[in-house]
């Protein structure tokens, strides 16, 4: 039975597991995808592991998905651009690094029925997802990328990267029209992030990275003020769903269960 993997710390509350194997069985593939809890120094012979074809495929979350690079025989042009791995798979006996996050988030952005084109953008948080954001939005065509981080000097850092986006202090909100949450903060049922959101008007559209819980007080607060807003389930799904394509070959479906599955 070929093995498939999550790896990341935590992992407790990956919901890969449960996804993947779920499309395994609906497409009667013989394989089985779990999760592992990593430390830095195992990453390198866990990689190597795919080399051997003991694991076929691995899924890499946080904090892990840069870290992973330097262990690639080649990176794809997505995870090259973020310089972010999220899906790793053997092609030709050379380990790729790849990045589904991009693609995850754009068609989960088209799920929703939001038009990112000619749209300004604020991000809060410049976490390991945000440069797969930002690819993503710069491709559908935003106008204009802001973003605010609590400790600056990553947000700097992600500047030097994508030279274009603007960065704001902490705590100072912009005049945009649609705001991403991808902080941690929400990821625990009493989390609050601090931010007025009253000051950034109404009808805006509000999209959080976190899907578990399904709502978050961000979340929550934006719907009261009178805003579209989306959770991070179809970005979680269509990620999954492109890995899963690629380490198969079998495009599984996306339906009312396989949405349902993700319900706590
Ligand atoms: P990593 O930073 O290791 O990639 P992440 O979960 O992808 O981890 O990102 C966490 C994000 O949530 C970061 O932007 C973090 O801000 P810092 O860079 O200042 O740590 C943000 N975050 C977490 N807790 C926060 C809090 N209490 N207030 C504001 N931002 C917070």
Redesign the pocket.
């Known amino acids: 039975m070929r093995k498939y993997l999550v790896i990341g710390n935590p992992i407790e509350h990956s919901l890969s597991p449960k996804l993947h194997n779920y499309w395994l069985e609906k497409n009667s593939i013989d394989a089985i995808f779990e999760k592992k809890k990593v430390e830095q120094e195992e990453i390198k012979s866990l990689i190597s592991k795919i080399k051997k074809e003991e694991i076929y495929g691995i899924n890499v979350t946080?904090?892990f998905k840069k870290a992973v690079i330097p262990f690639m025989d080649e990176l794809t042009t997505e995870a090259n651009e973020t310089q972010s791995v999220n899906t790793i798979y053997l092609l030709e006996d050379k380990v790729i690094g790849h990045n589904t996050d991009i693609s995850g988030f754009e068609l989960g952005i088209k799920y929703s029925k939001y038009n990112v084109k000619n749209k300004t953008v604020f991000i809060?948080?410049?976490?390991?997802?945000?440069p797969s954001i930002i690819v993503a939005l710069k491709r559908m065509g935003a106008h204009k990328i802001i973003l605010s981080?609590?400790?600056k000097e990553?947000a700097k850092k992600l500047k030097l990267f994508f030279k274009d986006i603007e960065i704001l202090d902490?705590g100072i909100l912009p005049k945009v029209n649609m705001i991403i949450n991808?902080?941690?903060?929400g990821l625990n049922k009493n989390?609050k992030?601090?931010v007025d959101l009253k000051k950034f008007g109404s009808n805006n559209f509000f999209f959080d990275i976190i899907y578990n819980p399904q709502e978050t007080d961000f979340l929550k607060k934006a719907k009261q003020l009178g805003n579209k807003t989306e959770n991070g389930k179809m970005m979680f799904i269509y990620q999954a769903h492109q890995a899963f394509t690629i380490w198969h070959k079998i495009m599984p479906n996306i339906d009312e269960e396989t949405i349902n599955l993700l319900k706590e």
């Open positions: 946080v904090p809060l948080g410049a976490g390991g997802v945000v981080n609590r400790t990553k902490w991808a902080t941690s903060i989390d992030l601090e």
